[in-house]
């Protein structure tokens, strides 16, 4: 099977790569807000707005006269930012129809300028990239150094799709989109319910219980100083500079160990079950109660579902994701009796019916294994095949390229 991943690794960087890295991020922010700008101004004055293709046209005008040193850097970095300025819109017009439709709760996301405050940002490049044992070669760019050596795949097999380089409290990363070759092992595991919650980040219907990484509660207290810290600082002053570039660090941290924490979740739980049944959380509805919205928002269920999705298809597995309306919390693992009294603060299931009594969790886990036999319309199957779905392939200014499927999209974690 071909799957597309991507491969994310630090950057040992020399100032004079740095000050390289930061025009190419400047010339995507700058083309990006320019973007914008114009898409916005010609909808309003002709009720159509420009393409990536048609905008980037118009950018290469610009280079000959208002814009010159973009001539400095990789024509890739300002184009690739038009398209994610594209995909912005789409994404953005997409949950606008769907809000319409009442499906949507959250935030609209008008795509928004990119400041600097917010960190340099990163930039896409496509064409000639060469992985050697402790070096990547990019266009423009040349021969970077890597932090960490063997990472990067560097056989004839994989098909490099392109690379991003991006810019975190300080430190510069390089993710590689791949596609390559990946053989489907035998798996033989058992069949599981995962009850994703709020307690505990899952509980499994065989009685495992996975416990939560707490990473961001242990350290708000910490990031809450940091936080009023930068805002007693005087504003544009060296002080205020150094408290928010400690802030950037600290959150760095802690999204490094959720990632890892998820990753390894999720990718033991593909190897180890052949059939995963998990519920399909509403997610921007529940971030609506302020209790649950911390922990949701640290735990990830999104991300949850989006790696053991995509985990799945790699290993063998097969994700069952249960209708959102299936009360499986509610409802007694032993006779099915129905208990519509049960709140979110009450751990203990008591089944009236039967008498059994059972952790809240683990019931619901239990409910959620027995809808993997029961095939029911309100149950989505996702497969080997469907699960990695591949995005279609965007045709692009020269020559047909795949967007990559990005394990480390640009702001999954954010
Ligand atoms: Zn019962």
Not at 173 to 193: F, R
Not at 376 to 386: E, T
Not at 392 to 405: F, G, S, T, Y
Request: charged share 25%.
């Amino acid at each position: 099977m071909l799957v597309q991943r991507a491969y994310k690794t630090e950057l040992d960087v020399n100032d004079q790569q740095v000050t390289a890295c930061r025009q190419h991020a400047g010339a995507a922010r700058w083309a990006y807000n320019w973007g914008r700008q114009v898409k916005q101004e010609r909808y309003k004055a002709t009720r159509k707005s420009p393409t990536a293709i048609a905008l980037h046209r118009e950018l290469n005008a610009l280079k000959k006269t208002a814009v010159p040193w973009m001539y400095d850097v990789s024509k890739c970095a300002p184009q690739e930012a038009l398209w994610n300025l594209d995909a912005a819109f789409q994404q953005f017009f997409r949950r606008c129809a769907l809000k319409k439709q009442g499906k949507w709760k959250g935030k609209l996301g008008y795509p928004q300028f990119k400041t600097k405050k917010k960190g340099l940002g990163s930039f896409r490049l496509t064409g000639r990239i060469v992985v050697l044992d402790k070096t990547i070669m990019l266009p423009r760019l040349g021969r970077l150094r890597l932090k960490e050596r063997e990472y990067l795949p560097t056989s004839d097999e994989v098909q490099i799709l392109s690379a991003t380089v991006s810019e975190q409290a300080g430190h510069w990363y390089v993710s590689l989109q791949v596609e390559e070759e990946h053989l489907v092992p035998e798996n033989s595991g058992p069949v599981v319910g995962i009850d994703l919650g709020v307690k505990s980040l899952a509980t499994l219907s065989d009685g495992t219980v996975i416990p939560n990484p707490r990473h961001l509660k242990r350290r708000l207290k910490k990031l809450k100083r940091l936080q009023r810290m930068v805002s007693r600082r005087q504003k544009g002053g060296k002080n205020r500079k150094k408290a928010v570039r400690t802030l950037a660090k600290l959150h760095r941290q802690i999204k490094h160990q959720r990632s890892n924490t998820l990753h390894q979740v999720t990718t033991r739980l593909a190897k180890t079950k052949s059939v995963l049944v998990i519920e399909d959380l509403n997610v921007s509805g529940m971030l609506k109660n302020h209790h649950l919205a911390q922990a949701i928002g640290d735990v990830g269920f999104y991300e949850f579902k989006r790696q053991l999705l995509y985990k799945a298809s790699w290993y063998g597995a097969k994700v069952i994701l249960a209708d959102r309306w299936e009360p499986s919390s509610k409802r007694c693992s032993g006779c099915g009796w129905i208990d519509e009294d049960l709140t979110l603060s009450d751990r203990t299931f008591h089944g009236e019916q039967c008498g059994l009594v059972l952790d809240r969790d683990l019931n619901a886990a239990i409910n959620l294994e027995k809808l993997a036999g029961s095939s029911s319309d309100s149950v989505n199957a996702c497969g080997a095949a469907s699960a990695g779905a591949r995005r279609k392939p965007r045709v692009k200014l020269a020559a047909k390229k795949q967007e990559p499927n990005a394990e480390y999209g640009l702001s999954i974690l954010g």
